[in-house]
């Protein structure tokens, strides 16, 4: 059977754990302004209005098939699980991320970072903005990786010092509508894959939110698709989930 470490090299940044909540909120007021136009388009300015998400990953790589299904509540920190343990057998548990250290080996050795990994996945954007102990720079027009064109490189890197893999590189390839349209992740670590190229499609709005659910592309040459299903939140004072379309 697929254990979860068989993920590792689709986990990022730890440092993000922490700044989910404070980015939440409007305590921080400090942000990456170069990453802020695009955190815009995909409705950060609404995120406090969103009482829970709901999303289901689902990544398709050699030797790798899986989905698991998620809900975040970001201003509690509540999150649920609904996927599968290491051997196979049906998991459904709900933690406090930020107790996470507190919970069982499951949840905090394998749980709790698919959801950062899956959660980083889902709403980049606003972490390219949030993220303030990243270094954010503009490099102006750039080739697209994939295909012909070319596009906005907006290129996110974190310290090499601190997270589950320092040093990650996270290059996003902006259009003309503020929108990524590919992206190059580089693994700051060992572990592998170190290089996934991928594209950002299918683009759906779950209430004010803007998510791209579509990435297909490559992670060390091989082919990788990874897309989200069920993407819906929840808005202030609503118990009605809104489906993204």
Known sequence: MRTFSRLDGFRVFALAMPLLIVAASSCSPKRNSVAEPIAKEYGVDSFGQIDAIRYTFNLQFPGVNLSRSWIWEPKTGQVSYDGKDKDGNPVKVTYSHSQASTQSDMVKNAIDPAFVNDQYWLI???HAYWDTGANVQDKGMQPLPLGGGSAQLLSVKYPSDIGYTPGDTWDLYI???????????????????????ATWAGYKKAGPLLVATDHRGTADGHPLTLTFTDVAVKVNGSNDWTNAQ
């Open 124 to 126: 980049y954007p606003f």
């Open 175 to 197: 259009g003309n509508d503020k929108r990524v349209e590919q992206f190059i992740y580089r693994r700051g670590g060992p572990k592998k894959p170190s290089v996934v190229i």
